[in-house]
């Protein structure tokens, strides 16, 4: 099944007395339930607008969104969508409401109308999930930048959501931060949810089972990160570079050194070094 | 360092004070203002004392906190103490020298002025004491909730409340990065008369600015994105409900003001 | 020759009170005239509270930072005199920005040094230029640019200063793979042309290889290393230890030595990777 979906998505705004700007041009994506999709792209290509859709912030000017079937066009389907993509944002800062980690993550459920037992429960159950339950009395300001995405993700979290929406959460952070919320991510995909990265580090788009790159507000490359790192000069003429370890068998195919173009990380690279030097 | 404000003073506890609702602490704190000022003699004041000291010992707070709430406000107890000591004449006189003239009456009454702001500071700050921010702001917009009526929504201001309380550190450490990035500028905070100084926040102020409505923005997204819809159809994870020891402490602090009254009556009006 | 001499500089957040935080202990080093220092460290490991000391916004607890063999608190008064001979670029600069057009906020640190007007414009257009800002935007609301255009503009109001040396504290924070791009080798331009002295402090390993004569590596408040770029990668695990990580292709190269090959670990850039893969293989693959 498709958790998300866009049919010749379209998006254009105008600001009074100037041309009209063309942000998305027909954008067909369908995202299935499950997967880890992380979305490239430099900025200004159209990334965030695409993701905006998908969580009924913003409405498409033409073509179709829909999630989980619904289509975000009509009004009574907002709130349902909007519990269905959970929206995690850059800023750690900026998405935080309350003074209390524990109150903060219970907004969502609170704003859902919930029995208070329950919003309990989906706290309790939201932070342990992102490993953040022995800071469920700290003061947000507090904490470092990685733990605030990761109360940020459990505030998304405790709404039980099928999907979660994430535009650039680690570009904010120290590797560290990185880490904590890449692993926090892997973690959850594997226990089915679906997520959608957005993120300008390929080595985290690396770790998803699919890349899809973004320019001028079209999807133009869409395949394993294995086919998609696979094709360095492209994503160089994209404003993108490749991990670095796919960078080196480039570098040693360009010199005629039989290596598959595909590999990604460090542990894959030098395994095949290996075997070709005991060839 | 900016960083280390704690806003609110919340300190975490247990005690029978921690537990108590807060929206009744929130009305017993407005009654104990009231028993401060309801004394007219050293026996009724003596009572507010010691009952201030009876929950102050019940709420389990080390005591340098309460020197700590004292202190920015000795100034204003030392200069109200001396005028009482200048102004008022009244009674046996034990000094005279020029227009200083100090009398018993004058002394007591200084005294007894001193002893009431303590009194008031402490008992509000033990409020803030053991309250959360956010349980404060839930007691306020709980007990504001019959204002709906005249059309002021006790939800939005809380929720005001509760955004501000969040965000006020995050623009104080911005605040001391945009000033530590100017004065790596050349930006001169500490000299030059006071057009000078005014000029010299804007390039302060202005970023400030720029920063908060950034923030305000996506502050607005991330809400709308948890389906924040203002504060209809909302509920609350934490309940106020209020136990029998919640009105059993209403009880105590009525019958202490009943008791002043009687002493009042009793000893007659002695101080004013 | 040393530029800045730092001896034995000892920093406390909160001195005498619960909160007491020893944020750099007896750090004591030599910054070259000309280098490009690379300073790398995890949060919390002092190197913001170390930069901060070298330009005087910061005043050390103990310990001395000599500008030029002069310490620069000799006189406090003058202090002002030493941030514009020492330029520090913040994480993300763009949110200083505050002039109702880009020349002006470029012109700000340079007028606050009290230069004539035409050397205020001779300036700002060449710092302009530096950063590849086109004359253009000159008259523009830098509201009206984009993300990594204010990012430069920012950091072109401090080169205006023309300082000796320039602290840049993660200058590619946020941006994408083309911003970072363009905005390290625009500091690589800038040093070559200028001669500057430039502090680079980031995150990003890979970054490090590419810009930096030298690494410094902060851990704990202390001077963990500081070396060659050669030197400090070809300790990669002590790296690791600290909670650092090394460029992917070190990372190979240490794979491979671990699996019984004899390589240089030492390696940092894919170029460098390359040779000595190709070296290995003796022309076999070929």
Not at chain 3, 224 to 246: C, K, Y
Request: proline share 4%; net charge negative.
């Amino acid at each position: 099944m498709d958790m998300l979906r866009a049919i010749d998505l379209r998006f254009d705004y105008t600001y009074e007395n100037e041309a009209p700007q063309v942000v998305l041009q027909g954008v067909d994506l369908a995202i299935e339930k499950g997967s880890f999709v992380a979305v490239l792209g430099h900025n200004g290509c159209g990334k965030s607008t695409l993701a905006k859709h998908f969580n009924a912030l913003l409405l498409p000017t033409g073509g179709q969104v829909l999630v989980a079937d619904m289509d975000t066009a009509h009004e009574d389907n907002t709130y349902p969508i909007r519990r269905l993509v959970g929206m995690v944002l850059q800023n750690p800062d900026n998405q935080l409401v309350s003074t209390i980690v524990e109150e903060d993550v219970a907004f969502g459920p609170e704003n859902l109308g919930l029995p208070p037992a329950e919003i309990r429960a989906r706290v309790d159950e939201a932070l342990a999930a992102v490993d953040m339950t022995a800071y469920k009395d700290h003061s947000p300001h507090r904490l470092s930048g990685g733990q605030k995405q990761r109360v940020a993700i459990a505030g998304v979290l405790a709404m039980h959501p099928d999907c979660l929406l994430l535009d650039e959460p680690t570009a904010m952070l120290d590797p560290q931060g990185r880490r904590e919320v890449l692993d926090t991510l892997c973690r959850l995909n594997r226990e089915g949810m679906t997520v959608v990265l957005i993120t300008h580090y390929m080595e985290e788009a690396a770790l998803a089972d699919r890349v899809v790159v973004m320019d001028e507000g079209r999807v133009v490359l869409d395949g394993t990160p294995r086919q998609v790192f696979a094709q360095g000069e492209r994503l160089a003429t994209l404003g993108l570079d490749v991990p670095q370890p796919t960078a080196l068998c480039a570098a040693l195919r360009q010199r005629g050194v039989d290596i598959p173009a595909d590999l990604l990380t460090p542990e894959e690279c030098a395994e095949a070094i290996l075997a070709l030097i005991q060839k | 360092m900016m960083k280390d404000i704690t806003l609110g003073q919340y300190f975490p506890g247990n005690s029978l004070l921690h537990r108590i609702d807060p929206r009744m602490k929130l009305v017993l704190t407005l009654c104990f203002i009231v028993l401060v000022f309801l004394p007219q003699n050293w026996w009724g004041l003596l009572t507010v004392g010691l009952f201030l000291l009876l929950v102050i010992g019940l709420s389990r707070l080390p005591l340098r906190l309460m020197w700590r709430s004292t202190k920015p406000v000795l100034f204003l107890v030392l200069f109200t103490s001396v005028l009482n000591v200048l102004y008022v004449h009244e009674g046996v006189t034990l000094w005279k020298w020029g227009f200083i003239h100090i009398t018993t009456g004058g002394l007591q009454s200084a005294a007894f002025i001193a002893i009431r702001i303590v009194c008031l500071i402490l008992g509000s700050s033990l409020l803030t004491y053991t309250t959360t921010p956010t349980a404060l702001t839930d007691a306020i917009e709980r007990l504001l909730s019959p204002l709906k009526v005249i059309k002021v929504n006790p939800h939005e201001l809380a929720m005001m409340m509760t955004i501000a309380l969040r965000f006020i550190p995050t623009l104080m450490e911005e605040t001391d990065k945009i000033m530590s990035a100017q004065k790596a500028r050349g930006a001169d905070m500490e000299s030059g008369g006071l057009v000078q100084r005014v000029k010299a926040l804007i390039p302060i102020l202005i970023p400030l600015f720029v920063s908060s409505f950034r923030r305000a923005y996506d502050l607005a997204m991330a809400m709308e994105c948890r389906c924040y819809q203002g504060g209809v159809g909302r509920t609350r994870m934490k309940q106020l409900r209020t136990a029998l020891r919640d009105w059993l402490a209403l009880l105590v602090y009525l019958a202490v003001g009943v008791g002043i009254v009687m002493l009042n009556i009793y000893f007659g009006k002695t101080l004013k | 020759m040393a530029i800045i001499s730092v001896d034995n500089l000892t920093h406390t957040y909160g001195a005498h009170s619960p909160f007491e935080k020893h944020a750099i202990r007896g750090v004591t080093l030599d910054i070259h005239k000309g280098e490009l220092l690379g300073i790398i460290g995890h949060t919390g490991s002092g190197k913001s509270t170390f930069i901060q000391h070298l330009n005087g916004l910061l005043r050390p607890n103990e310990g001395r930072v000599l500008l030029d063999g002069v310490d620069i608190w000799e006189n406090p008064k003058k202090i002002r005199s030493v941030r514009f001979r020492v330029g520090m670029v913040f994480q993300y600069p763009e949110h200083q920005l505050f002039e109702d057009t880009i020349y002006k906020d470029i012109a700000f640190g340079p007028t606050n040094m009290g230069l004539s007007e035409e050397e205020i414009d001779r300036r700002v257009r060449q710092a302009a230029a530096y950063v590849g800002l086109d004359e253009s935007l000159l008259d523009k609301s830098p509201f009206d640019l984009s993300g990594g255009e204010k990012r430069r503009a920012a950091i072109a109001g401090v080169m205006a200063m023309e300082p000796e040396v320039l602290i840049l504290d993660e200058p590619t924070a946020g941006l994408d793979p083309r911003g970072r791009e363009q905005i390290l080798s625009m500091i690589q331009d800038y040093r070559r042309t200028r001669g500057t002295t430039v502090l680079l402090v980031t995150h990003s390993m890979e970054d490090v290889a590419r810009v930096a004569d030298r690494v410094l590596v902060m851990s704990d408040g202390r001077v963990a290393m500081l070396d060659t770029v050669e030197a400090v990668f070809s300790r990669a695990q002590e790296l690791e230890a600290i909670g650092l990580t090394v460029p992917a292709v070190t990372k190979t190269l240490m794979l491979l030595q671990r699996a019984g090959v004899t390589v240089d670990t030492a390696a940092y850039t894919v170029e460098q990777a390359t040779a000595q893969i190709l070296s290995l293989l003796g022309g076999d693959g070929i």
